[in-house]
């Protein structure tokens, strides 16, 4: 039903990865003091970034089409940090009935960049959002140079969300029921 999204490891096949650069994963599972739609929502909200998301400097939706019951965008995306900045373009599906947001990588400094969003609701106030990226620089001076800082935002994503969640929706009790970092 739905979007389906790849096979955890389906993108990262090391006979797929160049030699030099290697492909960086993260994925995180955290429950969160907010509905599952109500987070879905907030992360759907793609150009509200720029408010509140490490490194995110700017965001513009190129295009915005229906594809059956999904939407889905052209995001062009400044990332920056001091002198740095970089731009680059990612397709984004959005599928609401499966609570499913998939973001693919078209243009900008990387080889390789997937994202993906899922929001499973627990209880009738809290939600589990497990959050997948897979991500692989173009060019080794890039990763050199903002390599750690990308992995270390990244790594921030999931409570960056949950903080803006706490803004717009209001602040709960928010001790969390689990969190698990793999």
Not at 8 to 36: D, I, Y
Not at 74 to 97: N, W
Not at 123 to 150: C, H, P, Q
């Amino acid at each position: 039903r739905g979007l389906r999204a790849p096979e955890k490891g389906k993108t990262c096949e090391p006979w797929r990865l160049n030699r030099q650069l290697s492909m960086q994963t993260f994925e995180t599972r955290q429950r969160v003091a907010h509905g599952a739609n109500d987070m879905y929502a907030l992360v759907a909200n793609v150009e509200d970034y720029p408010k509140f998301l490490p490194l995110c400097e700017a965001l513009s939706i190129v295009r915005r089409e229906a594809v059956g019951d999904r939407e889905v965008l052209m995001a062009d995306m400044e990332v920056g940090y001091k002198l740095i900045r970089e731009q680059f373009t990612s397709r984004v599906t959005l599928d609401p009935s499966s609570r499913l947001i998939l973001v693919e990588y078209v243009d900008g400094p990387f080889e390789h960049l997937e994202n993906r969003w899922t929001f499973e609701p627990r209880g009738t106030d809290s939600s589990e959002i497990d959050f997948y990226i897979a991500y692989k620089f173009r060019s080794r001076l890039f990763e050199r140079l903002v390599g750690s800082l990308f992995d270390k935002a990244v790594r921030k994503y999931t409570n960056a969300f949950e903080q803006r969640a706490d803004e717009v929706y209001g602040a709960k009790n928010n001790a969390r029921a689990s969190s698990d970092s793999r």
